[in-house]
């Protein structure tokens, strides 16, 4: 992501409008994911009040997977007055999306709208046109059918959620709550997100480049020392720490925690603890004014150096602009 990325969604905080499309057959797991990331009002907890709308993409009253009816305020018109507009997911990848939607959608992003497409989401979005030479993901068991039913899409079959700056596309279920969160990241930074996925006792942040389908640890069952040394990790981020002694800790050998890790976390030591120190630094940097020297002590990175050098390998940004421009945004 880029800082011009977030060029037009500045302002959007309490005054902008999210459009969330509905339709017949919706899980109602997949409609409440954005709705209580964005539509939950936790003023007293510092976040922002976000306008959303839940949009039928259907006439009448929608009828859920689950077996209840809903009735919703809004239409497809709506969708014209958003700057974020979610697709959370799609009843059948087979069935071609309705055309009035997909015309909406296309109007949407040539004006400059932000478009999500969430889990099976992604078909929606690639039948729009949107997404045609832009990486994309969605749900692990769709991939190779994304792939052969929109070849001019770059299907990522491998990562929990793409942020390609005015697109944005996520693997299935509970991947479609990072999604979301690593978006209310980029509308209003990492103290707030965590603030969010405290509320909704999940985890504040996972990596977009973990993989989506990760086998279960055995030790999952009972109690989980993995468990114990990632929470001992995050509370321990400004030390510098080696593998040997991480497997010590849990009494493993290295080849083990390392096969362990990755079963857990879909992802490796290494890179698991730059995206914590990554997301430690942004808070420092969005939350006080301590130096960035200071910040890269604090968030384990050793020196400003490499502070800066990962900064801007994630972000695109340096610390210092970051700061900078997320405070400019916010007054």
Not at 70 to 86: D, F, P, V, W, Y
Request: charge should be positive.
């Amino acid at each position: 992501m880029t800082a011009g990325h977030n060029s037009y969604l500045r302002g959007l905080g309490s005054k902008g409008a999210i459009a969330v499309v509905v339709f017949d057959g919706i899980s109602p797991f997949h409609l409440a994911v954005p709705c209580a990331v964005f539509g939950e009002d936790r003023r007293d907890a510092g976040v922002p009040r976000f306008d959303v709308r839940v949009c039928s993409a259907e006439a009448g009253t929608i009828r859920t997977s689950a077996g209840f009816r809903i009735t919703t305020r809004h239409g497809l018109g709506s969708l014209g007055k958003a700057q974020i507009i979610i697709v959370p997911s799609w009843r059948d990848p087979d069935e071609p999306p309705p055309e009035p939607l997909l015309r909406e959608l296309r109007r949407a992003w040539e004006r400059g709208a932000l478009l999500v497409g969430l889990c099976l989401g992604t078909f929606v979005l690639a039948a729009a046109g949107v997404l045609d030479g832009r990486p994309a993901t969605t749900h692990w068991i769709a991939t190779e059918k994304l792939a052969r039913r929109f070849p001019r899409v770059r299907v990522n079959r491998d990562v929990l959620y793409v942020d390609d700056g005015d697109l944005m596309t996520s693997a299935g279920t509970a991947a479609a709550i990072d999604c979301c969160l690593h978006l209310l990241r980029r509308l209003c930074g990492a103290e707030i997100a965590n603030r969010v996925a405290r509320r909704m006792v999940v985890s504040p942040h996972r990596q977009s480049s973990q993989a989506q389908y990760v086998e279960p640890a055995v030790s999952a069952i009972g109690t989980n020392p993995l468990a114990e040394l990632l929470d001992w990790l995050v509370r321990n981020l400004q030390t510098q720490h080696r593998l040997d002694g991480l497997a010590k800790r849990v009494c493993m050998s290295r080849r083990t925690l390392t096969r362990r890790f990755r079963q857990v976390t879909g992802t490796t030591v290494g890179r698991w603890l730059l995206a914590q120190r990554l997301a430690l630094a942004q808070r420092w940097l969005e939350t006080t004014d301590e130096p960035v020297e200071r910040v890269a002590d604090l968030a384990g990175f050793g020196s400003a150096v490499s502070l800066r050098q990962s900064f801007s390998k994630a972000f695109a940004n340096s610390p210092t602009r970051y700061r900078k421009e997320f405070r400019s945004e916010r007054t």
